[in-house]
């Protein structure tokens, strides 16, 4: 069986631009751990590709994208040789709506969320209001110039479609908040501890495969993710309940999935839904202590996710980027 992992930022979808080294590490964590499962399961050969200015991957077939290439079509040309395509891109510009699109026009297995799902998750203002509005609790989200007159500060100001840490800060006042460009969103800074969950999504049902910590710093204003510590307690009633939730106000939602929340004292809040593998997926096999695809076959192979078995208690990874 043909699987072709699509990595979109180590995969040549940046070639023509400067490549971000965090952006990079992370995307690098996620093509290889994935492509070393896929690998480690009987009958599976792994198809990628590598932006000629990056080392290709130890494990996979790997075709350079080199200056001058169109990314896009290398990856349907081996999209239409494959039995099954597996693409992870930030949301940032509609890039993962993009490569999931053009996957499915030549690949009839492609592991990931339906287009509104694709789209509302990559919106933070959009993923807040349909999580509002289902009743999931969620870090509220408004347009610079929209901010309640309650929201006095401190707020963080963010990119509505961003990806990892990347143009965050935190703003002490209401007037430098409203300053912010376009394309930009304004939320309340809520205390509590940032964590995430790593979900397996299909046809109604969420399983929780880790729950994780996320590194996250602020400084001068900034804020910065170095990593994640993976598996740090076994998912208990309050995890599922939210993973379910979350499945019910995002029925398109499929494969593996990333939630980042703050843990409060009066329960998880969500901030977003990464509608794709995360870096903390980079952990999962060292903390579970079995390879994560091997009780997802039935994904790989029908898009089914099956009743998965009682899984190991986790033990904590540092995944650091």
């Known amino acids: 069986m043909r699987v072709l992992v699509c990595e979109f930022v180590t995969g040549g979808g940046l070639r023509r631009e400067a490549l971000s080294p965090s952006l990079a590490a992370e995307g690098a964590l996620m093509r290889d751990t994935l492509v070393g499962d896929l690998e480690d399961l009987p009958g599976i050969r792994v198809l990628t590709t590598h932006d000629d200015r990056l080392p290709p991957p130890l494990r996979g077939d790997s075709r350079p994208v080199a200056a001058g290439d169109d990314a896009g079509a290398i990856w349907a040309e081996l999209a239409a040789g494959a039995d099954l395509a597996w693409p992870i891109a930030p949301e940032t510009d509609g890039a993962m709506e993009a490569v999931v699109a053009r996957l499915r026009q030549r690949c009839r297995r492609v592991v990931a969320s339906d287009e509104e799902a694709l789209r509302i998750g ?5 993923t807040a209001a349909r999580f509002a509005a289902a009743g999931v609790p969620v870090v509220p989200c408004w347009q610079p110039g929209a901010i309640p007159p309650h929201a006095a500060g401190p707020l963080v100001v963010k990119p509505d479609d961003g990806a990892g840490s990347l143009g965050i800060r935190l703003c002490p006042s209401r007037e430098d908040a409203a300053a912010a460009g376009p394309g930009m969103v304004v ?11 790593t979900l397996l999504c299909q046809s109604g049902r969420a399983e929780v495969l880790g729950i994780n910590r996320q590194h996250v710093t602020l400084a001068d204003g900034r804020f910065g993710f170095h990593g994640v510590t993976v598996g740090i307690r076994p998912p208990g009633e309050v995890e599922a309940g939210l993973a ?9 939602l499929h494969g593996l999935v990333g939630v980042d929340y703050l843990a409060t004292p009066d329960g998880p809040v969500v901030v977003e839904v990464n509608p794709r593998l995360t870096t903390s997926y980079a952990g999962l096999r060292r903390s579970l202590g079995i390879n994560p695809l091997a009780f997802v076959a039935d994904l790989v192979r029908d898009g089914v996710v099956p009743k998965l078995p009682h899984l190991p208690p986790p033990v904590p990874v540092e995944v650091l980027v």
């Open 122 to 126: 990559a919106s933070k203002q959009a």
């Open 187 to 197: 939320q309340p800074h809520v205390a509590g501890a940032a964590e995430s969950l």
């Open 244 to 252: 379910q939730a979350i499945l019910a106000a995002l029925p398109g």
